[in-house]
């Protein structure tokens, strides 16, 4: 009987996950769980990431919590020695953390404006920095950011997200260009319409159901366990000479503009 194949195994891999508590990070988290993987979740708030590691875990698997604020450059630094001293090292960083503001652009406060980009972009950078320098030290390592569909195009009333996702972007071609040599990867994935729980109510608007199916070639909305297949692919030696790209898991919503008209 053949050997299984491992091509795309994520077992035992050391996963750290960061905004885990709910929505994409937990889908993803538990996604990795299931496959085997050692996960470790963060995010703002103790009894929510206790409550989502119990969920999560299968069979008594237990998911290690952290609290780190990324907009907080210290909770960083103290994460990443803390996860190394009860690991032994990162396999694989899923940098999910991000917040959102739906409001005119012109409406946007200072405070407002730092908020979202503290989170996005400087808290992302800070910590696939702090991961990526025990990266290095190891020699290995696969790094996947969560970019956004609209770094395609923006959408109306997003306009500091979408920025501070077009620097997640770029972020991650550069990481890739400079941490390549040390065998670390950094990829991006940019998910399309997805369904959380903060995102319900908004989609469930008929005009917001018949838009988004009409630009979605798929003609659905995704969900979060949409994205799972992309992460694990990424993470695993399947992708061993893929680095420096953003993948659309968007229904195909980036692959054209669709016309109101019948062919």
Not at 82 to 89: M, T
Not at 241 to 248: A, C, E, K, R
Request: glycine share 12%; charged share 20%; net charge neutral.
């Amino acid at each position: 009987m053949p050997d299984p194949d491992t091509l795309f195994s994520v077992a035992g891999q050391v996963v750290l996950v960061s905004g885990a508590s709910r929505g994409i990070g937990r889908a993803l988290a538990a996604g990795f769980v299931q496959r085997g993987a050692r996960v470790v979740i963060t995010g703002r708030e103790a009894a929510t990431l206790e409550k989502t590691a119990r969920e999560i875990g299968m069979g008594g698997v237990e998911v290690a919590t952290f609290v780190c604020d990324v907009a907080q450059p210290d909770d960083i630094r103290k994460l990443v020695p803390a996860v190394i001293e009860r690991c032994g090292r990162i396999d694989t960083l899923l940098n999910v953390a991000g917040v959102n503001n739906r409001k005119r652009v012109e409406t946007f406060s200072a405070d407002e404006f730092d908020f979202i980009l503290d989170i996005n972009l400087r808290g992302t950078f800070l910590l696939a920095q702090e991961v990526g320098k025990r990266m290095i030290a190891q020699k290995s390592g696969a790094i996947i950011n969560i970019d956004s569909v609209n770094t395609y195009a923006p959408l109306r009333g997003v306009i500091p997200y979408a920025m501070s996702k077009a620097g997640v972007g770029m972020m991650t071609r550069g990481l890739a260009m400079e941490w390549g040599e040390h065998g670390v990867r950094v990829n991006a994935i940019a998910p399309g319409f997805i369904l959380t729980d903060l995102n319900q109510k908004l989609w469930s608007q008929e005009t917001m159901q018949t838009w988004g199916l009409a630009n979605t070639p798929l003609r659905r909305l995704g969900e979060v366990g949409d994205l799972v297949g992309t992460a694990v692919f990424l993470a695993s030696k399947a992708s061993g000479f893929l680095t420096g790209q953003v993948l659309y898991v968007d229904g195909g919503l980036s692959a054209g503009m669709m016309w109101p008209i019948e062919l």
